[in-house]
């Protein structure tokens, strides 16, 4: 089992920037992937960014240029740098892990709001 805290979310602006982290505990493989999903009101859940513990990422075609996920393997922490914010990324983010033999996410955070408004 492993725990996701998420952290930093808020209000912003349009064309504002965040930055979400979050830190993983618990019993961790060494070899993972961690992430980062998004679910708007009335919306399913959406995939945003994946990276993988040797630093390979994936990103949403909608976030791409704007959006940054990076990771601190030695503190289990993943991080998600969001620029030029549009009112279409408010949703409540949710971080997630899985060890790299498995196909889905099966730990996730409590998330965290994103609100882009004026």
């Known amino acids: 089992q492993v725990r996701l805290v998420e952290s930093g979310g808020g209000l912003v602006q349009p064309g504002g920037s965040l930055r979400l982290s979050c830190a993983a505990s618990?019993?961790?493989?060494?070899?993972?992937?961690m992430g980062w999903y998004r679910q708007a009101p009335g919306k399913q859940r959406e995939l945003v960014a994946t990276i993988t513990s040797g630093g390979s990422t994936n990103y949403a075609d909608s976030v791409k240029g704007r959006f940054t996920i990076s990771r601190e393997n030695a503190k289990n922490t993943v991080f998600l740098q969001m620029h030029s914010l549009k009112s279409e990324d408010t949703a409540v983010y949710y971080c997630c892990y899985r060890a790299a033999t498995r196909p889905n996410f099966n730990d996730w955070g409590q998330g965290t709001q994103v609100t882009v408004s004026s």
């Open positions: 618990g019993t961790i493989f060494s070899v993972n992937v």
